[in-house]
T-cell receptor, first 110, second 114 residues
Framework: GEDVEQSLFLSVREGDSSVINCTYT??????LYWYKQEPGAGLQLLTY?????DMKQDQRLTVLLNKKDKHLSLRIADTQTGDSAIYFC??????????FGAGTTVTVRA | DAGVTQSPTHLIKTRGQQVTLRCSPK?????VSWYQQALGQGPQFIFQ???????QRGNFPDRFSGHQFPNYSSELNVNALLLGDSALYLC?????????????FGPGTRLTVL
């Protein structure tokens, strides 16, 4: 099955940029998603990228994909306290089965 | 536009019991997937329902079963509960063929097995 690895924790100062990294093993994923989870809540879809793209920008979010290295990153510009949460990258297998790692807990400090 | 809804919010059961969790998909979606999220971990795919049939299944035992109704809502049933079944159960809906086939998640059902 698909293995997804992310660093567990990231601490960032308010107003700075956050970069969350993800590596995965299944190169056949057509879509790769980023989700956000706040304490006690479900998952909120943030953005996604098609596997034939290198970059996608969506307001404060920038997704970079290096398909050769199977590396995905999410950059959050001007990080705010409301961005404190757990972030998951989720490559899709067979176009509908999402695989998740343990997620990256982002803490925004004043 | 109502998003994905799940019921109940919380549930406490004892070992050996059976439980049924419910999910209503986002309006316009016909596909429902179920995920189990243990504490401190990412969600794990259980199975997906499309056109009232189980389309794909993750690495979960037969104690986990499901159903999809003609209105696209879905149930997840777990028999002979074990302590290790304690988790947040998430339902996600999607509409294959639309854009990037995004899956939208509900708030989850927190199951505690004592």
């Amino acid at each position: 099955g698909e293995d997804v690895e992310q660093s567990l924790f990231l601490s960032v100062r308010e107003g700075d940029s956050s970069v969350i990294n993800c590596t995965y093993t299944d190169s056949s994923s057509t879509y790769l998603y980023w989700y956000k989870q706040e304490p006690g809540a479900g998952l909120q879809l943030l953005t996604y990228i098609f596997s034939n793209m290198d970059m996608k920008q969506d307001q404060r979010l920038t997704v970079l994909l290096n398909k050769k290295d199977k590396h995905l990153s999410l950059r959050i510009a001007d990080t705010q306290t409301g961005d404190s949460a757990i972030y998951f990258c989720a490559p899709a297998q067979d176009d509908y089965k999402l695989s998740f790692g343990a997620g990256t807990t982002v803490t925004v400090r004043a | 536009d109502a998003g994905v809804t799940q019921s109940p919010t919380h549930l406490i059961k004892t070992r050996g019991q059976q439980v049924t969790l419910r999910c209503s998909p986002k309006s316009g979606h016909d596909t429902v997937s179920w995920y189990q999220q243990a504490l401190g971990q990412g969600p794990q795919f259980i199975f997906q329902y499309y056109e009232e049939e189980e389309r794909q299944r993750g690495n979960f035992p037969d104690r986990f079963s499901g159903h999809q109704f003609p209105n696209y809502s879905s149930e997840l049933n777990v028999n002979a509960l074990l302590l290790g079944d304690s988790a947040l159960y998430l339902c996600a809906s999607s509409q294959p063929g639309l854009a990037a086939n995004e899956q939208f998640f509900g708030p989850g059902t927190r199951l505690t097995v004592l």
